[in-house]
């Protein structure tokens, strides 16, 4: 099943993607609507490069505004992920996102009448139990009491959880670059609302910032919209469900790199490696891996 590595790829992209976003938000740019808008606009220019180098098959009313929506969703998501962020370790927030695959699983029944078979099924609740297990064990530490980053946390995960599903249901007949350009559209109107919020002072923290912040806002976006496009285009070939929750992978990719940056680089990103911690992520991964091999045997 082709879809499946792209579906794991996405999570391990992701994973990079969340310490650099939690680097530039704590060390280079405070503001993570400004950080938002800069992301939303890379993704616009993505967009527009694949629409002159092949063109566009124009679609119906309906699947280019589902497809303009989701992409617009997918963008205003990343306002309260990066306030979330901003607020608490990566390792205490990306716990909170296993509510993902849950809400796709209700948005995929309702909205595209997708089930899963026994086996599928019996997967998704090994992939479900191993990020829940990570919350268990923050949860002991009093990490997830009713704050700031909790709520940002959630209302990003009922955002995310809608894209996916709205990709699929819109693009199952139609091309998959055609229906990235549309979505890269909606991604262009979510930027265009969040600019509104932002516009005030947004020239001239451009104009502040320097070379080297340039250069990881430049790596970052191409590292995220990679995941993105793995992510889509797992949707696109496989039960979009599973593919949701094949992203519950993201705290163990979380865990190594947050070990090995906190072993080797404390003075850019320090997480919580202490035993305990490490024991109980790692039983989580062999859940997931197992919910993995079920999958595809």
């Known amino acids: ?82 306030k979330a962020i901003a607020l608490d370790d990566i390792s205490r927030i990306s716990p909170i996102f296993q509510v993902i695959p849950v809400l796709v699983f209700v948005f995929s029944y309702v909205l595209l009448g997708e089930t899963l078979s026994l086996k599928q099924f019996t997967g998704f609740i090994l992939i479900l139990a191993g990020g829940i297990i990570v919350s268990i064990e923050k949860a002991s530490k009093g990490i997830f009491k009713i704050r700031k980053a909790f709520w940002w946390a959630l209302l990003a995960s009922f955002l995310m959880s809608l894209p996916l599903v709205l990709f699929k249901f819109a693009a199952a007949d139609i091309n998959f670059w055609d229906a990235i350009v549309y979505n890269c ?37 191409c590292i995220y919209y990679a995941g993105l496009l793995c992510a889509t285009y797992a949707a696109y070939l496989g039960p979009v ?40 992520k790692l039983v989580s991964i062999v859940l997931m891996i197992g919910g993995l091999w079920i999958i595809n045997t």
């Open 1 to 82: 099943m082709p879809w499946l590595i792209f579906a794991i790829a996405a999570p391990f992209l992701y994973g990079i993607s969340n310490f650099l976003d939690k680097f530039l938000v704590e060390k280079k740019i405070k503001d993570p609507l400004f950080l938002t808008i800069i992301g939303g606009t890379a993704m616009f220019l993505t967009g527009l490069l694949i629409l002159l180098l092949r063109g566009l098959e124009p679609l119906g009313l309906i699947s280019a505004a589902v497809l303009l929506a989701g992409g617009a969703l997918s963008q205003i998501f990343l306002l309260p992920y990066y």
């Open 241 to 280: 469900s599973l593919v949701a929750v094949l992203n519950g992978f993201l705290p163990g990719f979380v865990l190594i790199f947050g070990y090995i940056l906190s072993i080797y680089f404390p003075q850019i990103i320090k997480e919580d490696i202490s035993k305990d911690a490490i024991a109980l």
């Open 185 to 221: 559209g909606g991604i262009f109107l979510g930027t265009l609302i969040l600019l509104i919020f932002g516009l005030d002072g947004f020239w001239s923290r451009i104009k502040r910032i320097d070379a080297q912040t340039w250069y990881i806002l430049a790596a970052n976006e």
